[in-house]
Structures are given as structure tokens and as C-alpha cells.
């Protein structure tokens, strides 16, 4: 994991890391990651690496959020679905190449940290509600694209049902720690698996329809 300081080595290590479309790596450049990790942690937010958000929760690495982004194909007028906002810098980077974000938080402070990194960077098209993610949010469905930033073995019924023919989603599928990264794409009724994004490390989905409350 390479070392960094500023915002165009990240974009470095990222296409490194294989991403190569430009309307991606673009919005990399223009939304600032040091806005979106916590104040103490701000010099270390261009090295490609997680950072802690609190409440055993984790950033994902930078260009492993790129890679879940490129994969969504978004062209800039996609209604989009995230699942676990944390500080609200993968919702950024997906408010500005879809055409609206609505992104689910477990955590009522963290929702609201998201909501004001958001807005202080003049991020319109983007809303970050409490709730569980894995419920979705049925009211503002079909979506075009769901990203799912948190771990279970399969895809949440309801975020399938949520999901428009056509439409593309991101989610790491595993126990939690050691996953695969895998794209899926709907049909006219089923979700078919398209290909493994990545392999990766990340923390449990928890909700109604995936790993129970703790």
C-alpha cells in the first residue's frame, strides 16, 4: 500500500489500482477526501488506506471505493442507492457522476457528520438518511445503481427488488473479512452475477435482512 499526500498521488494509486475511467478519476480530483475523514485524521486522508470513523466503523480504501464506482458504469443522470455513507466521500464521488444519491446510515451521528461534509462542500445532489440500509428506501425506487459498502453472503431482497431493470449494483459478498467485491446487473426480473470487482475486507451489513444488531 504506496504512501501519499495529496490529492493527485491518490489519483495515482488509484489508476494503479486499474481504474480507467476518466469521469472517475476526474471527480477524484475534484472532491477533497481530507473533508471527509475525521479532523485529527486529515493528513493521512491521500494515503490509499482506510481510515477509522469510530464505532468500529472504517473508511474503505480509496481506490477500492473507485473500483465499486467505475463498476456502476454511471453516466450522469442515474438515480443511485447507497448502503453504509459513512462520512459522506464515496456519496461525493457518486453524486457527481449520477444524476442524485440517496445514501442509508446506520449510525445517527455519522449520518449527520455525512450530511454536513456534504454540504459544506456544496454537494446538492445528495441526501443521507438514518435508517437500515437494507431495507433500502422503497419510497425514491427504481434505482439505477446500488452500491453496497458492508459485507453479507447475499444480496438483500429488498435492495434487489429496489433495483431497475438494467440497472447495475456493487457488494462485497462474504462473512464479513474476507469478500469478494462482485457486480451484478438486473434483469427483467432477477439479478444475474456479472464478474468479481475485487477481493477485499470489509465490515458486516447488519439490518433486518442481513447479519442481525449486534
Known amino acids: ?16 489500482a486499474g481504474v480507467r475511467d476518466p469521469c472517475v478519476l476526474d471527480v477524484l480530483r475534484e472532491v477533497p477526501r481530507s473533508g471527509f475523514v475525521p479532523p485529527d485524521l486529515a493528513g493521512q486522508a491521500y494515503e490509499d488506506k482506510p481510515l477509522p470513523i469510530g464505532r468500529s466503523q472504517v473508511t474503505t480504501q480509496p481506490s477500492l ?9 454511471l453516466e450522469g443522470s442515474e438515480r443511485v442507492l447507497e448502503v453504509g455513507a459513512g462520512y459522506g466521500w464515496q456519496t461525493a464521488l ?6 442524485f444519491v440517496w ?3 446506520r449510525f445517527a451521528d455519522v449520518a449527520e457528520a455525512a450530511s454536513a461534509n456534504l454540504a459544506r462542500f456544496g454537494v446538492a445532489n445528495a441526501e443521507v438518511v438514518e435508517g437500515d440500509g437494507t431495507e433500502g428506501l422503497p419510497e425514491h425506487a427504481p434505482y439505477d445503481a446500488i452500491l ?11 435492495l434487489e427488488e429496489q433495483l ?6 456493487v457488494q462485497p459478498l462474504g462473512p464479513g473479512g474476507s469478500e469478494e467485491v462482485v457486480l451484478f446487473e438486473k434483469g427483467s426480473r432477477d439479478l444475474a452475477r456479472v ?4 477481493g477485499a475486507s470489509f465490515v458486516k451489513l447488519r439490518g433486518a435482512h442481513a447479519f442481525p444488531e449486534e
Not at 65 to 73: F, I, K, Q
Not at 94 to 99: D, E, F, M, T, V
Not at 164 to 169: M, P
Open 148 to 158: 453496497v459498502a458492508a459485507a453479507f453472503p447475499s444480496v438483500p431482497r429488498p
Open 103 to 105: 445514501a442509508v446510515e
Open 94 to 99: 457518486l453524486a457527481g457522476l449520477s444524476g
Open 195 to 198: 464478474r468479481v470487482v475485487a
Open 1 to 16: 500500500m504506496s504512501v501519499v499526500s495529496k490529492p493527485e498521488d491518490l489519483v495515482r494509486a488509484v489508476e494503479a
Open 164 to 169: 431497475a431493470a438494467g440497472g447495475r449494483l
Open 65 to 73: 471505493v473507485a473500483r465499486m464506482v467505475e463498476a456502476l458504469g
